[in-house]
């Protein structure tokens, strides 16, 4: 299990996404100036003489190089309006840079010292004003500071804020007629008419990244483990496998073991309680007097006594201390999220929006432990529950050998058994618990994954990625987290339901406890080779009436040979 450990935690990111998101100015403009001429400041509003021409001179550094033909595609391009809004319309820009928003009126721009934005607490309707407030009882004071030039950067959310001319500077909604018309060709951000955009087209770096590093450790704890495997393997090559419990039942039959004499119908509680590593020798030297014949009484007994305490424990502790824990991980992922199921369900799995990004910015390895700690505790939590699963299909596997007559299941058949499950468990049950558990940790894996971003910033003469600016960090999904926790509960309430059925009466639990399995194979002397045949399990023997006085006490074991149903209330040994 701790081989796997690194295994767990890696392997979700060897392949993680790595978004290219463009660092972007946004120079409202006049056509005059792409071309060389000053910036018309003529529509500046309430700045002192100078200023406003010194304000102008901050988009000089940026303009455009129109004959720029360095590149494959043109570096500029001409768009219209609806498509330079569209184009727009995401937190993280790949294919597009800088916009230069060619208007056929000055930008208007006010000091914001004196003007501000005022909106009204019900309409939404919004005024700058200056002086004292136009209505100050419906109208709330907006902090309306950006700057300008707009400079989106990838961190900023929303990063595209300025496409709504009120810059309230937490939210655009440019679905808002008060922001945006409806009629796109109308939009006026800088509050004069847009005659269409000139947008940088950017080349795409990259896409999916592969990381060598992460690979190679992954693939080096693989080849440990094959090692480890391997080594035990040719190590141990003549050791009879012991996995199955046909495996164990044959074993039993084949070399009685002589410590678990006369113990026939004790289940794995009793055999625990008499019976341990401590108490072992102790037994050995005073057989058969500690030992008292037991009355066969039939009990229905539940699924869920076949699991040991401490495993329903385990896996139900693990499992509330994880849902607990993905429950606050919903809550707190659905803060900004649109609400409503089918817009959730857009933000879709795996994908980035802006929205679904930790805030957190780690190192490389940071982010992806992080994104992998969800793995290895549902890896954690699908074992324990395997765990659970397997004791209980064990049990009733056992229990079929008081009606039917069958070979064992083994894992190197010999004479006439049968080759074991391939998870030791039937198929009708292993297909589904494999396909759930690899859609549990698809569903993880998506719920909480490795996001790389790399931005470009704009040069004069080109892109650049800035190092210090990419960010490595997890993004999330809520939906995948809401289905993940959905699944663990599936699968915890499963749990519960199967332990409710009830075993057919009879059999003494055994579990897969090999002391009480052993108790049950003390076939007869005549029975030879029982384990290669066909067996079941009853009274061999009822006892023999009137011997001596004393109650007759028979005997029950694993047999080839004819069995009966034991006869309740009758003494066994
Ligand atoms: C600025 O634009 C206005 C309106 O188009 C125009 O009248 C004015 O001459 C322009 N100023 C400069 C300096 O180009
Ligand atoms: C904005 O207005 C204030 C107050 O009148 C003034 O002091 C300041 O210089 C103005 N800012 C600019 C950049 O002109
Ligand atoms: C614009 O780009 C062209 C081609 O790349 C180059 O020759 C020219 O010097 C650039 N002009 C300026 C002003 O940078
Ligand atoms: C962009 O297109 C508009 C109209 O479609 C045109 O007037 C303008 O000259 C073009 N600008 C450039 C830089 O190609
Ligand atoms: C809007 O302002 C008015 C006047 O102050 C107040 O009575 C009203 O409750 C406010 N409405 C909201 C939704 O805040
Ligand atoms: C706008 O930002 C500047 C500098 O960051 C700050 O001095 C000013 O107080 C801010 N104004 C408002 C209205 O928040
Ligand atoms: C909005 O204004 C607040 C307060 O001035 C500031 O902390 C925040 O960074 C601003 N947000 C954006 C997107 O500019």
């Not at 007869?524 to 061999?540: K, M, T």
């Not at 080839?560 to 034991?566: D, F, K």
Request: glycine share 6%; net charge positive; proline share 6%.
């Amino acid at each position: 299990m701790l081989s796997s450990l690194p295994l767990h935690l890696l392997f979700n990111s060897v392949i993680f996404t790595n978004l290219q998101a463009n660092d972007y100015v946004v120079v409202p403009t006049m056509e005059d100036w792409l071309s060389g001429a000053k910036y018309n400041t003529s529509s500046f509003v309430g700045f002192s003489s100078g200023k406003a021409d010194a304000v102008g001179a901050l988009f000089d550094p940026y303009r455009p190089n129109l004959t720029d033909t360095s590149g494959d595609l043109p570096r500029y391009k001409n768009v219209s309006t609806e498509l330079c809004l569209s184009q727009y319309n995401v937190q993280y820009t790949t294919l597009v840079g800088n916009v230069y928003i060619v208007q056929s009126q000055p930008t208007v721009w006010r000091n914001q010292t004196l003007w501000k934005l005022a909106v009204h607490n019900i309409t939404g309707d919004f005024v700058w004003y200056t002086g004292s407030p136009p209505n100050p009882e419906n109208y709330k004071w907006q902090n309306a500071n950006t700057t300008f030039p707009y400079r989106s950067r990838p961190e900023t959310v929303p990063s595209n804020g300025w496409r709504c001319p009120s810059r309230r500077n937490s939210t655009c909604n440019v679905e808002d007629e008060r922001e945006v018309p409806s009629d796109k060709s109308k939009w006026a951000p800088y509050e004069s008419p847009v005659r269409y955009c000139l947008v940088e087209q950017v080349p795409e770096i990259c896409k999916l990244q592969f990381s060598f590093i992460i690979a190679s450790v992954v693939i080096v704890s693989n080849l440990i483990k094959a090692g480890c495997i391997a080594w035990l393997l040719l190590r141990y090559k003549k050791h009879e496998a012991l996995v199955t419990l046909g495996d164990a039942v044959a074993s039993f039959l084949e070399c009685v073991d002589l410590t678990t004499r006369g113990r026939c119908l004790q289940s794995k509680a009793e055999v625990e309680r008499h019976f341990n590593g401590n108490t072992l020798a102790r037994i050995d030297h005073m057989p058969d007097r500690v030992l008292k014949p037991q009355r066969f009484e039939p009990i229905r007994q539940k699924w869920s006594m076949a699991p040991s305490y401490g495993t329903w424990f385990a896996a139900y502790m693990f499992y509330f201390g994880a849902v607990l824990f993905g429950i606050l991980a919903i809550i707190w992922s659905l803060d900004g999220m649109p609400s409503g199921l089918a817009k959730l369900w857009k933000v879709g799995f795996g994908s980035v929006n802006g929205k679904n990004l930790l805030s957190i910015g780690t190192s490389l390895m940071g982010s992806v432990l992080l994104a992998n700690t969800p793995q290895v505790i549902l890896s954690y939590l699908y074992i324990t529950f395997n765990t659970l699963y397997t004791n209980m299909f064990i049990a009733r596997e056992w229990a079929t050998y008081l009606n039917q007559r069958k070979t064992l299941r083994v894992t190197a058949p010999i004479g006439q058994q049968r080759e074991t499950y391939w998870l030791s468990v039937p198929f009708r049950f292993a297909i589904p618990m494999t396909i759930l558990s690899g859609v549990f940790h698809w569903l993880a894996s998506q719920s909480l994954f490795m996001v790389q971003i790399t931005v470009t910033v704009w040069k004069s003469t080109g892109r650049v990625i800035s190092v210090t600016d990419s960010i490595s960090t997890c993004g999330f999904s809520p939906v995948a987290i809401i289905l993940t926790t959905v699944i663990a509960t599936a699968i915890a309430v499963g749990g519960i339901i199967m332990g409710r059925l009830k075993y057919p009466a009879g059999m003494p639990m055994a579990g897969s406890l090999s002391a009480a399995i052993s108790a049950a194979c003390h076939p007869s002397e005549e029975d030879i080779d029982a384990h290669l045949r066909p067996v079941q399990w009853g009274a061999v023997s009822h006892g023999l009436e009137f011997s001596g006085g004393n109650e007759p006490v028979g005997h029950c074991s694993f047999s080839s040979l004819p069995v009966e149903l034991p006869i309740t209330g009758r003494l066994y040994a």
